[in-house]
């Protein structure tokens, strides 16, 4: 999930990049919308949805690309004025919520069952709700990693290929790495970040969320959870991490600009060092976020990432589910070129995909793809699918402790609040 909430103008409504394209006599037509994410991937969309509309002579793809902070308002108007888009990207996160609400619809009936063969079990529970699927799986990215400067561990004597394998060891690390101008850690500092970056580590510190499984209490207060926030009271007191952020936590240039020893950041961050910083990735490593234990094969990081969904009130649901199926489950052509495009930074959820783009010479271009795939991916969890309002309770207690307030107190004020949004939303019973 790389988005986050910002101050929306009125100017973004009035428009949006997108691929301008004649309707032709007796053709349907069929609306994309695609959220805005590198210039790269917004070309890679292009050229997806020329390749579809040359291929067939019964639809017309229309395509535009909506920029992140406007997403969220367009799309509610758009839906309201009875114009939403047939076919729009969605992360993992909110296809279960949109299911349940009635915005999407499945695809089971509209995509045949043979092409979703092949595609990882997890994933695929990711986009399902009370046994059907809403949602057909494009990729998958960690959402976090420990990228690291190994010129500087060497300089701090520190050993280059032993990254920290312990909270406890990233805190010391830290403080032998940071110096004047270079911050020994850069990672999310602000409630609406750490609500979603921190989901693995939630994960590993407590061995499960702050929400039950079926969502009907509350689990914020779990004691188990002091270690996670009394860490980051610790990076912020001690310095380790700067006192405002360099970027926001999706943003992966402060590791390039030189400013972090250290940064947690998703395995996106990969795709702008190689592209913006060819100069630093010698000296730049990667490793798994360290676990509270110890353990390597506990999650410290999530897998979020992209899917294409039917709008529930599409007049053309069949021929925006076909478009669907002939870019994420035909040929694997386009698919590889996305990963290649990517620079390797994200991971294919269909087995046919992830193995053409393993046997593509380019991929060892990225030179931290393997042990991001093998250390880190591996052992994540699938991101929730619970309302975002119970991780940004959480992201609010996380910044209080960063500030300096009594963790008891920030965790009792986080296990109200999720109490009340269980009871407002009626989420009890709702989860798995």
């Known amino acids: 999930m790389k988005t986050w909430p910002i101050v929306l103008t009125l100017a973004l409504l009035a428009g949006c990049g997108g691929t301008p394209t004649q ?8 609306q994309l919308w695609q959220q805005k994410f590198t210039d ?15 291929s067939q002579d019964k639809v017309v793809l229309k395509h535009t690309i909506v920029p992140a902070d406007a997403w969220e308002q367009k799309m509610k108007a758009a839906q309201a004025a009875g114009k939403a888009p047939d076919v729009y990207t969605l992360n993992y996160n909110k296809v279960p919520g949109f299911a349940r609400t009635g915005q999407i619809q499945a695809l089971d009936k509209l995509i045949a069952a043979d092409k979703w063969a092949g595609l990882q079990e997890e994933v695929l529970g990711s986009v399902e709700y009370k ?15 420990l990228f690291y400067r190994k010129d500087l561990f060497a300089k701090a004597g520190l050993d280059p290929n032993r990254p920290p394998a312990t909270w406890d060891e990233l805190i010391q690390y830290g403080k032998r790495l940071t110096t004047k101008d270079v911050s020994g850690l850069v990672t999310a500092g602000v409630a609406v970040d750490m609500a ?19 969502w009907s209490s509350s689990q914020a207060a779990d004691p188990q959870y002091k270690r996670l926030l009394q860490a980051y009271q610790t990076l912020y007191k001690e310095g380790i991490m700067p006192k405002q952020p360099l970027a926001p936590y999706a943003d992966a240039n402060p590791m390039g600009q030189g400013k972090a020893a ?4 998703g395995s996106w961050a ?5 592209s913006d910083y060819p100069k630093m990735v010698g000296d730049i490593a990667a490793a798994p976020l360290p676990s509270f234990d110890g353990d390597a094969t506990k999650p410290t990081a999530t897998l979020g990432g992209w899917t294409l969904v039917v709008d529930a009130k599409s007049k053309s649901p069949q021929p925006a589910a076909d478009f669907v ?15 290649k495009t990517t620079k390797f930074s994200k991971y294919s959820p269909r087995e046919v995909v992830a193995q053409a783009v393993k046997n593509d010479p380019a991929a060892a271009e990225n030179v931290w793809a393997k042990t991001i795939e093998d250390k880190i991916v591996a052992y994540a969890k699938p991101e929730p699918a619970y309302d975002f309002a119970i991780s940004l309770a959480f992201g609010k207690a996380m910044e209080k402790a960063l500030q300096g307030k009594d963790i008891d107190t920030a965790l009792s004020e986080a296990d109200a609040e999720i109490k009340s949004v269980i009871t407002k939303n009626n989420l009890a019973g709702q989860g798995s």
């Not at 309707?23 to 069929?30: L, M």
């Not at 979603?196 to 079926?214: C, R, V």
């Not at 250290?262 to 950041?265: A, E, H």
């Not at 990969?270 to 190689?274: D, F, I, K, P, Q």
């Open 23 to 30: 309707k032709p006599a007796g053709k349907a037509e069929i």
């Open 40 to 54: 790269q991937e917004d070309a890679w969309y292009k050229k997806a949805v020329s390749a579809f509309n040359a």
């Open 131 to 145: 046994g059907a699927r809403y949602a057909y799986p494009m990729l998958v990215e960690p959402s976090a990693v």
């Open 196 to 214: 979603w970056s921190t989901w693995g580590l939630q994960w590993n510190a407590a061995g499960h969320l702050p929400i039950s499984d079926d």
């Open 262 to 265: 250290m940064m947690v950041c």
């Open 270 to 274: 990969a795709s702008v060092l190689l």
């Open 325 to 339: 199926s002939w870019l994420l489950a035909g040929d694997t052509t386009l698919l590889v070129d996305f990963f």
